[in-house]
C-alpha cells in the first residue's frame, strides 16, 4: 500500500504543497491559502474534467443509439441466447459494455485529488490552532453551534459542503438520466459522512471546491465557457501581479520571477493563436506523420530520462560522493533505501501521472505534451550537467553550506536563460522536420548513458558500503586518546567558530568553568587569517609557512598544502618519541569528510573520525531527547534536490527556500521546539565522553589534537548546565543569554572542565599543556570593544580567534594577555621548550613566529575546497586586509591588495 500511495498519491500530495506554499507565502494566511489550493486544483484538473465531460457525452449518446434495439433484444430473447445477441450487437455498432466506466471517469480523477487532499491537510501543522473568518480552529471541527447544552456540537461546514454539491450536481446533471443523479447526489452524501468530524480547513478546502465546481458547471454550459475561463485566469493573474509587484514585500527576484510565469496567463490567446498557425504550417511542408512530434515514443524515452535523472542519476551522484554519510542512519543501514525513495517517487510524478495523461487526449494535445516534455527533457539535462552550479557541500540534513551563490552569480543566470531558449528554437526546428531518427538516436544515446552512469554508481555504493558495513560494528565508550602520567602531554583543542570575546562572561556566569579551568591564559588580542575554517586550518596546525598568503606563493597543491600542515606536529614530534592522536581533522585531504589516508604511511599517528560515533550512545542515555530524523528528511527531500539540479539556477533559490526544500511542516516544527539534530548531539557527544574515551598509560610524551564543530551550529541548551533539551525553559543569566552562539559556546567549556577535571583526578593535569584554539570568528556585534567595524565592511569578531593556553605545571585563576597574537603561533607554542628549533619536515625551514609588523589576511566568502584553484586560492586583489598590534584599534587595519 505504500509503494501503491508512493506511485500514485505521492506526486499529487506534492504538487498540492507547492500550491499551498505558494499561496501561503503570498498571502501569509493558511485559510487564504486554502483556496489557493482549491483553485488550482480546480485549474490543473480542469482539461482532465473537459476530457471527462466528452467522454461522458459521447457514451450518453452512443447508449441513446443503442437503447432501442438493446431493449428489443432483450424483451424477446432469453439466456444465452439474449447474450449472444446483445454480443453481436455490441460489435457492430464497436462497442463493448465495459466502455460503460466512461459514464464513472468524471468521478474516479477525483478520488486520488481527494486522498491526496486528505492526507496533506489532515497532516498540516499551520492549520492548527489557525483561526478564519468564523472558524476559531482550521485544525479541528468548526463546532459553530451545538445543542443539549452545549453537549452536542454541530458542524455547520460540512453540511453547507453538502448543500452546494448537490446545487452543482443538480446544474450538472439537467437534463441527465436518473441513474446520473443518484451517483453525483449518493456521492455528495458520501461526503458528508467521511468529512462531517474532519478538520474544518479540510472541509473548507470541499466547500471551496464545490463551489468552483458549481461555477465551472454554470460557466461550462455557456455558449462562450472559453471566453469566460480566460476572463477568470486573466483576472485571477492580474490581481496576483499587482499584489506581488506592489504590496507584498519579499525578496525582489522571487516576486519578478512570479510576476512573469503569471503574466503568461495574459498570453494565452496568443500563443493558442500560434499554436493553430504553425501546425498547419508544418504540415504543409513535412507530414506530422513522419515527425518525432507524432510518435510516442518521443514521449516515453523523454520522461524516462527524466525519471532515470530525478529518480537514480542525482541521487546516486550525491550519495556516492560520501557513502559513509548516507550509511547506518538511525534505523537504516543501507544507502539504497534513499536511492529507492526518490525512485519510486519519481516514478511516479514523471513516468505514472505523465503516462496518464498524456494517452487520455487527442493526437492534437499529445503532439503539443510532446514538444514540451522533449524541451523540459533536454533543458533538465543541460541544468544538471552543464549548470550545476556550486553550492558548496550538503550536510546531512539537507542544508547547503553556500546557497547563496544562485542569487548572486547574475551571469551565469543570463547565459543559462539564453542557453535554454537556444535550445527551445533548436528543440523545434528538429522536432518538426525529418530528423526524427537523429532525435530518437540522441534520446537512446542518453537513455543508454543515464543508465550506464546510475549502474556505475550503484556499484561503487554498493562497493563502498560493503567495506563501511564490516567496520561498521556497533560503537561503544572505547578509548581513543591515550596520555601519560610521567611523560610531557600537549593537547591542542579546535573549537570550530568559538568566539573569544564570550570567554570573560563564561567565566562570569559558570563557577563551575571558572573553577576547572585552572592555570588558564586567555590571548583576547588574536587574529584569524581568514573568515573560514579553509584558510585558519593550515596556519593553526603549520605554522606562518602556511598562512593563507604563503600557500599562495607555495607551487605545491592546495591539497598537498593543507595536508602537510596537518602533518607537520606530528612528524616533528615523533622524533622525540612522542605518540599522536588526531581526530575529525578539518578538510584533510580537501574532503569533506575528513580523509584519514594521509596518515596511512606514518604508523605513529592514531588518526580516527569520532563526531558521530557516540550519538547512539548518548541517545540511549538521554531517551528523553527527541531528535530530528535524518532518515525521514532523506527519504522526503533527495528527490527535492533532484529538482534543485534540474532547475534553471534562477529557480533555484525557490526550491531550496532556506533549507526547507518547499515542504511545509519543517519550519512550524523548528518555530515550535527546540531543534536538536543528530548532527549537533554527535559534536557534543564527542566532547561528553572524552573522560570515558581517554586512558592514561602511554609510556612516551603524548602529542593529541581535537578537532570539534560543537561551537560550529548553534542552539539553544538548558542552563545552569547547557544540556540539550527539546523544550528549553532556562536561557541561564548571561549577557548573551539569548544568542544560541553562545550557549554551545558554554556547553564547550563546561565539557571540556569536566575533562579537565577528570585529568587532575587521574594526575596527568600538571604534566600537559592545554591550548584551546579557534579557526576563525564569527560576525556579530558584542561588546562596544568587539563592536567595530573594519575596511571591508564586517565586524572584528569574524576574524578574532580564540586562544586560551594553559602551560605544564601552570596555576591560577583566568589570565589575560593582550599581546598581538595569531592563529599561526599554535604551532610555537606547543613546541615551546620541548623540541629546539624546530624544523618544517617537507621545508627543512625553521618553525617560528612572523607576525613582526602585523600579518595579511584574506576577507574571501569561498570557504569550499572547489571554490578554489588546485594550485592557489581564488581570493580576489581586493580580498585582502593587513592589520598590527592591537586588533581592536580601526586604525591597525586597512586594506591591501594582492
Not at 471527462?52 to 430473447?77: D, G
Not at 496518464?356 to 492534437?364: E, G, N, P, Q, R
Not at 596511512?600 to 542515555?621: F, K, R, V
Not at 594553559?806 to 594577555?817: P, R
Request: glycine share 4%; with cysteine.
Amino acid at each position: 500500500m505504500n509503494f501503491l500511495y508512493t506511485i500514485v498519491i505521492f506526486p499529487l500530495v506534492q504538487i498540492i504543497e507547492l500550491c499551498y506554499i505558494f499561496v501561503y507565502r503570498v498571502f501569509h494566511n493558511p485559510g487564504v491559502a486554502l483556496f489557493g489550493v482549491s483553485i488550482a486544483v480546480s485549474v490543473l484538473t480542469l482539461p482532465l474534467y473537459l476530457r471527462a465531460k466528452k467522454w461522458q457525452e459521447t457514451e450518453r449518446k452512443l447508449q441513446k443509439h443503442l437503447a432501442p434495439k438493446i431493449a428489443k433484444i432483450k424483451a424477446v430473447f432469453k439466456g444465452d441466447e439474449q447474450y449472444m445477441m446483445l454480443s453481436t450487437y455490441y460489435r457492430q455498432n464497436h462497442y463493448h459494455p465495459i466502455y460503460a466506466m466512461r459514464n464513472t471517469f468524471g468521478l474516479l480523477i477525483q478520488i486520488p485529488f481527494f486522498i491526496a487532499v486528505y492526507s496533506f491537510l489532515s497532516n498540516l501543522k499551520a492549520l492548527q490552532g489557525s483561526p478564519f473568518l468564523f472558524i476559531r480552529d482550521l485544525g479541528a471541527p468548526d463546532a459553530l453551534f451545538s445543542i443539549g447544552r452545549g453537549t452536542i456540537p454541530i458542524n455547520i461546514l460540512p453540511v453547507a459542503m453538502t448543500v452546494i454539491n448537490c446545487i452543482s450536481g443538480a446544474v450538472y446533471t439537467k437534463g441527465l438520466a436518473i441513474k446520473d443523479k443518484v451517483q453525483i447526489y449518493g456521492m455528495a452524501v458520501i461526503f458528508l459522512a467521511l468529512l462531517y468530524n474532519s478538520p474544518s480547513g479540510l472541509v473548507l478546502y470541499w466547500t471551496m471546491n464545490n463551489i468552483f465546481s458549481l461555477l465551472k458547471n454554470i460557466v461550462i454550459k455557456t455558449k462562450h465557457a472559453k471566453k469566460w475561463i480566460y476572463g477568470i485566469l486573466f483576472a485571477t493573474a492580474a490581481f496576483l501581479d499587482i499584489y506581488v509587484m506592489f504590496l507584498h514585500d519579499g525578496y525582489i527576484v522571487k516576486r519578478i520571477v512570479v510576476f512573469t510565469f503569471t503574466s503568461l496567463v495574459f498570453f494565452l490567446p496568443l500563443f493558442k493563436r500560434l499554436y493553430m498557425y504553425i501546425i498547419p504550417k508544418i504540415h504543409t511542408r513535412v507530414s506530422l506523420y513522419e515527425t518525432a512530434l507524432y510518435k510516442d515514443y518521443t514521449f516515453i524515452f523523454s520522461i524516462l530520462i527524466i525519471f532515470m535523472l530525478a529518480g537514480i542519476v542525482i541521487p546516486g551522484l550525491l550519495i556516492v560522493s560520501s557513502v559513509s554519510e548516507f550509511s547506518f542512519i538511525e534505523d537504516e543501514s543501507s544507502p539504497f533505501v534513499y536511492v529507492y525513495y526518490t525512485i519510486i517517487q519519481s516514478a511516479g510524478l514523471f513516468l505514472f501521472w505523465p503516462c496518464c495523461i498524456y494517452f487520455l487526449f487527442s493526437k492534437k494535445i499529445k503532439i503539443f505534451l510532446n514538444y514540451c516534455i522533449s524541451v523540459l527533457c533536454i533543458m533538465a539535462l543541460i541544468n544538471v550537467f552543464i549548470f550545476p552550479g556550486n553550492y558548496g557541500f550538503l550536510t546531512s540534513t539537507m542544508i547547503l553550506s553556500d546557497p547563496g551563490s544562485y542569487r548572486t552569480n547574475f551571469k551565469l543566470i543570463v547565459i543559462n536563460i539564453v542557453f535554454l531558449f537556444l535550445i527551445v528554437v533548436i528543440l523545434f526546428f528538429i522536432l518538426t522536420t525529418r530528423r526524427r531518427l537523429i532525435f530518437f538516436t540522441v534520446q537512446i544515446i542518453i537513455s543508454m548513458s543515464c543508465f550506464g552512469l546510475s549502474f556505475v554508481n550503484v556499484v561503487k555504493i554498493y562497493d563502498e558500503y560493503a567495506l563501511i558495513e564490516k567496520k561498521n560494528e556497533k560503537k561503544i565508550l572505547t578509548p581513543v586518546y591515550n596520555l601519560s602520567k610521567e611523560r610531557e602531554n600537549v593537547v591542542v583543542i579546535m573549537l570550530d567558530r568559538a568566539i573569544s570575546a564570550f570567554v570573560p562572561y563564561i567565566f562570569a556566569e559558570n563557577k563551575n568553568v571558572a573553577s576547572l579551568w585552572i592555570g588558564f591564559t586567555w590571548y583576547p588580542n588574536c587574529v584569524s587569517f581568514g573568515p573560514f575554517t579553509i584558510y585558519g586550518i593550515p596556519a593553526l596546525t603549520g605554522g606562518y609557512e602556511y598562512t593563507v598568503l604563503e600557500m599562495q606563493d607555495n607551487p605545491k597543491a592546495l591539497a598537498e598544502k593543507h595536508n602537510e600542515a596537518l602533518l607537520l606536529l606530528p612528524i616533528i614530534f615523533n622524533k622525540k618519541g612522542f605518540i599522536t592522536t588526531i581526530t575529525d581533522p578539518s578538510w584533510s585531504n580537501y574532503a569533506f569528510a575528513p580523509d584519514l589516508s594521509i596518515f596511512e604511511n606514518y604508523p605513529y599517528i592514531h588518526a580516527e573520525n569520532i563526531t558521530a560515533s557516540y550519538t547512539g550512545y548518548w541517545l540511549a542515555e538521554h531517551s528523553d531527547i527527541q531528535v530530528i530524523s535524518v532518515s525521514n528528511i532523506l527519504k522526503t527531500r533527495l528527490e527535492r534536490f533532484s529538482f534543485f539540479k534540474m532547475a534553471p539556477p534562477v529557480l533555484r533559490t525557490f526550491i531550496y527556500d532556506r533549507g526547507d526544500w518547499l515542504i511545509t511542516n519543517d519550519r512550524e516544527i523548528r518555530e515550535d521546539k527546540n531543534e536538536l539534530s543528530l548532527n549537533a548531539l554527535g559534536k557534543y557527544a564527542a566532547l561528553d565522553y572524552l573522560p570515558e574515551i581517554t586512558k592514561i598509560d602511554s609510556e612516551t610524551g603524548t602529542y593529541t589534537i581535537i578537532f570539534n564543530e560543537l561551537t560550529h551550529d548553534p542552539f539553544f541548551l538548558q542552563a545552569p548546565f547547557y544540556i540539550p533539551e527539546n523544550n528549553i525553559t532556562d536561557k541561564g543569566t548571561g549577557k548573551y543569554a539569548d544568542d544560541p552562539h553562545y550557549h554551545v559556546d558554554v556547553a564547550a567549556f563546561l565539557l571540556l572542565g569536566k575533562w579537565f577535571a577528570f585529568l587532575k583526578e587521574n594526575n596527568v593535569y600538571d604534566n600537559t599543556r592545554i591550548i584551546i584554539v579557534s579557526d576563525h570568528g564569527w560576525n556579530i556585534p558584542l561588546t562596544e570593544e568587539n563592536n567595530i567595524i573594519l575596511p571591508d565592511g564586517n565586524y572584528v569578531t569574524r576574524y578574532n580567534a580564540l586562544l586560551m593556553v594553559k602551560d605544564f605545571n601552570a596555576d591560577g585563576i583566568l589570565k589575560s594577555d593582550y599581546r598581538f597574537m595569531t592563529q599561526a603561533d599554535v604551532p610555537v607554542l606547543v613546541l615551546e621548550g620541548l623540541v629546539d628549533n624546530p624544523l618544517n619536515p617537507f621545508t627543512g625551514k625553521a618553525v617560528r613566529t612572523d607576525k613582526e609588523g602585523g600579518v595579511t589576511i584574506t576577507t574571501s566568502n569561498k570557504f569550499y575546497p572547489t571554490n578554489h584553484g588546485k594550485y592557489g586560492f581564488n581570493i580576489g586583489r581586493n580580498e585582502w586586509l593587513h592589520v598590527r598590534d592591537n586588533i581592536f584599534d580601526p586604525a591597525n587595519w586597512e586594506k591591501v591588495k594582492k
